[in-house]
């Protein structure tokens, strides 16, 4: 079987330095409110043939086997250079969700092979939630904190023996959720009643779990470094700020709900790990303004626009030079034809 240096050095070999420092200096542009069409749909000027055939490495064995994950995410960057698109390439320790449960004890939920598909955890339920707020912050290296670090360790010491991958391929954060998404996972679906039933509950575990962020955050920090710029490059996109807070259990609150019990513990996040961007699967059109309201918040991505008021989304993002990031082609083009103004601030893959 070819090592996994043999892989490495191909990928090596393949990346071409003016085709990717075109296409840095492009999403740059972008980023910094420099750019001047419509929409930014990014392509590399050429596609690579590959020299040898890239192994197809399942979730689950990432999971499991350091080498498996070093071939799994390098292996889509290898994949991008084939296919000519633009998106930045990146890596990250792909341990899904259960990364920050997992701190706390929460067992992880594995999905069958077949599936292809990131583990998940089960919660701790709402009657563990006091002791849960009583032990405060747990070990970093519980749970999945250890193969996560040691896969950025992993990562670090790639780009230091190949320099083009150095360069060209960047680190991104793990999937730390945000503290709503999180409370969630931990609590199960009665956070939801307990909300109003036991505020001073929930609001003590989302302070330990904002805490026990920054902190993970920070030993992130301290494996892997910074790229020494004021942007992320979160799923292949580029963004001001260093995080992508995922605010995915927003859309089943109401506005006021959101004011007291997420925007508070995001906004800390901001504040304390250098701003970014946020994430919301479903509707957060009720939502967005607060949202965009917060310091240090530079783009949105949102996967499902067809469930939101856009006009509303519009008003508060693009309109404020706050970038939409992997939006739907679609929608961006449907706006143009009635008229709506982007700005320059929406990129569609």
């Not at 296409?23 to 930014?40: V, Y």
């Not at 509950?201 to 470094?225: K, N």
């Not at 859309?251 to 997420?262: A, K, R, T």
């Not at 965009?292 to 509303?312: F, K, R, V, Y």
Request: charged fraction near 25%; charge should be negative; hydrophobic fraction near 40%.
């Amino acid at each position: 079987m070819t090592s996994v240096e043999a892989y490495l050095e191909e990928l090596e070999n393949r990346i071409d330095p003016a085709v990717e420092d075109r296409l840095l200096a492009e999403w740059e542009a972008f980023t910094e409110g420099r750019f001047e069409g419509d929409i930014f749909s990014p392509k590399r000027v050429n596609q690579v043939e590959a020299g040898i055939e890239w192994p197809q490495v399942s979730v689950n064995r990432a999971q499991n086997d350091l080498d498996a994950m070093v071939l799994q995410q390098y292996g889509a960057c290898f994949d991008q250079l084939a296919s000519g698109v633009g998106s930045l390439m990146t890596v990250r320790a792909n341990y899904g969700t259960a990364i920050m449960p997992s701190l706390f004890g929460a067992e992880l939920f594995v999905m069958d092979e077949e599936l292809n598909t990131l583990q998940t955890s089960k919660p701790l339920g709402a009657g563990a939630m006091e002791d849960l707020a009583e032990k405060g912050g747990p070990d970093m290296r519980a749970g999945l904190g250890t193969s996560v670090l040691d896969a950025g360790q992993r990562f670090v010491q790639i780009s230091a023996e190949y320099p083009k991958i150095g360069k060209y391929i960047h680190m991104y954060h793990p999937d730390m959720q945000g503290p709503m998404d999180l409370c969630e996972m931990l609590w199960g679906s009665e956070m939801f009643v307990d909300l109003i039933d036991r505020p001073a509950l929930v609001h003590r575990v989302l302070e330990l779990l904002t805490e026990t962020y920054v902190r993970f955050m920070r030993e992130w920090d301290d494996v892997v470094g910074t790229n020494g710029k004021d942007w992320a490059a979160h799923w292949s996109m580029m963004h001001k700020g260093k995080i992508m807070i995922r605010t995915d259990s927003g859309m089943n609150l109401s506005p006021e709900i959101y004011d007291d019990f997420i925007r508070p513990y995001d906004q800390r996040l901001l504040d304390e790990l250098g701003g970014g961007a946020v994430h919301f699967c479903g509707r957060g059109s009720h939502y967005i303004a607060s949202t965009c309201g917060m310091d240090w918040i530079h783009a949105i991505q949102l996967s499902q626009p067809h469930l939101n008021e856009m006009e509303t989304i519009y008003r508060n993002t693009v309109d404020k030079g706050i970038k939409l990031l992997g939006f739907s082609s679609e929608h961006a083009q449907e706006a143009l034809a009635a008229g709506r103004r982007l700005h320059g601030c929406v990129h569609c893959h």
